[in-house]
């Protein structure tokens, strides 16, 4: 049965107010550098139809549309949909087929899309429009600065209003009730596997208990352990050299580490993922029995994003109820930063950036097109879309707030130094993590060792790195 999809973005668009925005300076004519043509003010005046890429016309003109008209009445929009992008398998070459055909002027682009793009002379180079009109980045969250730039090759290709941080939630009660220290902020992976081993595991199916809960929308067994051996600064595989590095000793000892906890039933193994699963766009949540367990009340802690505030019913308005009609988050929970390495205390590979805003390279309205993306990251924008958004506002000044939770958690930790350079092509990540999956689900049933299948994953992930950086 096809679970549902809750498209939080449209739902929570409402109730926005006329906003004022601030006039700026933009190249005239098209380019990839944005200081290379004669500069001048856009002109309220002037007459410009701007195409966009975006989910859909209706939700970008309630968030975002309306309101710029208010200050430039003569813009009009013709929004191309995006739907055929995320239902594609490969969304990347998806998007760049869409941008050849029908050239928008400004792009809602994947972090993914976004670095591809950018390394591809594809998107307008921002940097001397924010610095001609100054727009203000001090004010936003560094990480989400640092990240853009890492996948910029040290530019600004972008902008991005929200980013979406892991964290662990943990249920105060259960805690109190088995006598377990509560979790700290910057606790080591090694410490949170202890704490997990800490709650009994019971029950069967949905209704069982863990220490660590993973929900199952869209993860597999191996994500786990790629995101500890991470924060070790453990890379699966060397692009530049077209060389896996998965076997190593360090990867070993975390492999049997996170399958040891899977199989006490300490954490718990998302379900078998489905190879052609087609990925949901990033303001999709996957609402399931299985994506319920901790905002149940069953398990004692959970690895989520700031979209699993809506399940505890804290986030944006938008609240679920679990299968015996009783209300998420009736029990007392907190929430403090993912885990981390001691190696690196204050790097997260948690954070991600669901939407970044670029203007097309061969936008023949680059003036207004920069308007728009500057205002989408504005000020004005974030106080009114920050309080209804399931995602994090790059502006931490208008983060949400959820009465005596900790959210700072959110935006506590960098971007994880070691993945910022780090561009293994989309469809080798999707397929060796299948491949990982698969063995690491052997490993549990006993029917395996360890060295064995790290050895399975190092010859079948270098045939699948070869084919991938053999297709770019």
């Keep these: 049965m096809r679970k549902p999809l809750l498209n939080l973005r449209t ?50 003109l309630t968030l975002y549309g309306n309101l710029f008209r208010t ?56 940097g001397p429009a924010i610095e001609r009109d100054r727009f203000d980045l001090d004010n936003m969250h560094p990480g989400v600065i640092e990240l853009l730039k890492g996948r910029g090759n040290g530019s600004l290709y972008g902008l991005a209003p929200e980013s979406n941080s892991m964290v662990l939630y943990y249920n105060k009660d259960l805690f109190d009730r088995h006598g377990v220290p509560h979790p700290t902020d910057r606790m080591t992976w090694e410490e949170l596997l202890a704490l997990a081993e800490q709650f009994p595991s019971a029950g069967e199916g949905f209704e069982r208990s863990y220490g660590l809960f993973q929900s199952g929308a869209g993860r597999t067994a191996f994500d786990l352990i790629r995101s500890i051996g991470e924060a ?21 000892s975390v492999f049997a580490s996170v399958a040891d906890r899977y199989r006490s039933g300490a954490v718990s193994m998302p379900p078998e993922p489905k190879p052609d699963g087609a990925a949901a766009p990033p303001n999709m949540m996957v609402v399931s029995p299985e994506t319920m367990n901790f ?46 390495d001691a190696s690196q205390p204050d790097a997260t590979g948690g954070m ?17 097109a920069w308007e728009l ?30 009465e005596g939770k900790r959210l700072d958690a959110f935006y506590a930790l960098a971007p994880n130094p070691t993945l910022l350079h780090q561009r293994l092509p989309s469809s080798f990540d999707k397929a060796f993590a299948l491949a990982a999956d698969r063995e690491i689900r052997r490993i549990v049933r006993g029917e395996i060792g360890v060295d064995e299948a790290l050895a399975a994953l190092e010859a079948e992930g270098q045939t699948l790195l070869e084919q991938a950086l053999g297709g770019e």
């Design 373 to 402: 993306v500057k205002y989408i990251n504005g000020e004005e924008a974030a106080s009114m879309n920050a309080p209804n958004s399931p995602m994090l506002s790059s502006r931490p000044a208008f983060k949400r707030e959820v």
């Design 71 to 126: 200050k430039y009445p003569n813009v009009e929009f013709e929004v191309v949909p995006l739907s055929s992008v995320y239902g594609a398998p490969d969304p990347v070459e998806a998007m760049r087929e869409l941008i050849e055909r029908e050239q928008p002027d400004v792009l809602l682009l994947s972090e993914e899309q976004y670095g591809a793009f950018a390394s591809e002379g594809l998107l307008y180079d921002l």
């Design 11 to 60: 739902m929570l668009a409402a109730g926005l107010l006329p906003a004022l925005l601030t006039a700026c300076t933009m190249p005239a004519g098209g380019g990839k550098a944005g200081g290379d043509a004669e500069w001048r003010p856009m002109d309220k005046e002037e007459n410009v139809e701007l195409k966009v890429a975006y989910f859909d016309q209706q939700s970008f």
């Design 232 to 252: 070790k600064g453990l890379l699966v595989a060397d692009a530049d050299n077209a060389r896996m590095t998965i076997a190593g000793e360090e990867w070993r």
């Design 295 to 340: 905002a149940s009340g069953l398990s004692a802690m959970a690895l989520d994003s700031a979209m699993g505030l809506g399940l505890l019913g804290a986030g944006g308005g938008f609240a679920v109820s679990s299968n015996d009609g009783t209300r998420p988050g009736a029990f007392d929970w907190d929430l403090v930063t993912v885990p981390v």
């Design 352 to 368: 991600t950036l669901p939407n970044v805003f670029a203007v097309n390279a061969n936008s023949q309205h680059t003036a207004a």
